[in-house]
């Protein structure tokens, strides 16, 4: 049975159809509005929309299960979608209502445990027993995968590594804490630390090539960054360890993250006296997310929606 994959962004929904002896390969990928000022219902219709439409590409009949990344945090105890940036769906049981909608399971999972899923499944990360996938960009997510499976947690925020706190740091964030990691090294933040030494606006490749040519604050900017980096990083490899830490994100795709010196400041944090952890760059390209949520239909019961078992499957 091909698996199907929803990613669900603030502005697009995407949906993937794949066999799962080439999970890799789209047999289609199509992709819809989300819409979501016209609210929630027009949300789930409009996913629904992109099923029919995969089912008539693909000629393959939608499965049991339909896995679905989101930005946001699913409640396990309650299944409700919080923090998520498409703010119609907060505060929706958004998998049960998926699963009435479609007629099938839905397992659903933060977009960057999704992203971690297909690196460690298909992409950089293959073959690692446990990895760590970040989103470092607009913001600073993260996920987890152990032998092939998401690890979603109590509270379903395994990984979110962007909202530890970095000492010393105050800067308010949007979460209601002080000193976030995501505060100091997602790409805003670090843009508004180089307006504010430099009295000068500018995007993130801009500062990277304003520090290659040799300007002090653009230099600052980036290591700040690595400095951020490390602390942060080096945090998570005392608690969980991974054989690999995978980086995407527009930030992610700055190249002093993978260098000596980056390894050097991370080691001078771990509780070890080296650090072997790999850290790679991304594969797959943007189709990370949408890979990694047909995957999830495989591999996390963790994010399984109670009111949408196979059993509940509408007759059609
Ligand atoms: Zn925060």
């Not at 940036?85 to 099938?104: K, P, Q």
């Not at 942060?232 to 002093?256: C, E, M, T, W």
């Not at 495989?298 to 499957?313: C, D, N, Q, W």
């Amino acid at each position: 049975m091909n698996r199907f994959g929803i990613d669900l962004g603030g502005t697009k929904i995407e949906g993937v159809v794949v066999n799962p002896a080439r999970p890799a390969e789209a047999l289609c990928r199509l992709r819809v509005p989300t819409e979501a000022a016209r609210g929630y219902r027009h949300v789930i219709a409009q996913i629904a929309k992109l099923v029919c439409m995969l089912e008539r590409e693909s000629g393959s009949k939608r499965p049991g299960w339909i896995g679905f990344g989101t930005p946001g945090a699913i409640d396990p105890a309650t299944g409700v979608l919080r923090n998520s940036n498409t703010a119609c769906l907060n505060g929706r049981r958004l998998g049960g209502d998926l699963a009435e909608a479609l007629g099938v399971g839905a397992q659903i999972a933060n977009d960057a445990n999704c992203f971690a899923l297909a690196q460690a499944s298909l992409g950089a990360g293959r073959g690692c027993g446990v990895v760590f996938g970040v989103i470092l960009g607009t913001g600073c997510g993260g996920g987890v995968v152990v032998d092939g499976r998401v690890l979603g947690g109590l509270h379903g925020i395994a990984g979110e590594w962007g909202h530890n706190p970095i000492p010393g740091e105050r800067t308010p964030c949007y979460c209601g804490r002080k000193g976030c990691v995501e505060t100091v090294i997602s790409g805003p933040a670090l843009e508004r630390y180089y307006r504010k030494i430099s009295g000068r606006r500018a995007h993130l490749p801009e500062i990277v090539s304003r520090a290659a040519s040799g300007e002090g604050a653009a230099r600052r900017t980036l290591r700040r960054l690595r400095d951020g980096f490390a602390v942060a990083i080096a945090a998570v490899i005392n608690i969980l360890d991974p054989d690999a830490v995978v980086i995407g994100g527009g930030v992610g795709n700055i190249g002093l993250l993978y260098d000596g010196e980056t390894r050097e400041a991370v080691q001078r944090h771990v509780f070890n006296p080296v650090v072997r952890t790999q850290f790679l760059r991304p594969l797959l390209g943007d189709s990370a997310g949408v890979f990694g949520a047909a995957m999830l239909s495989a591999s996390s019961r963790s994010a399984a929606t109670p009111g949408g078992s196979p059993r509940a499957r509408r007759t059609r």
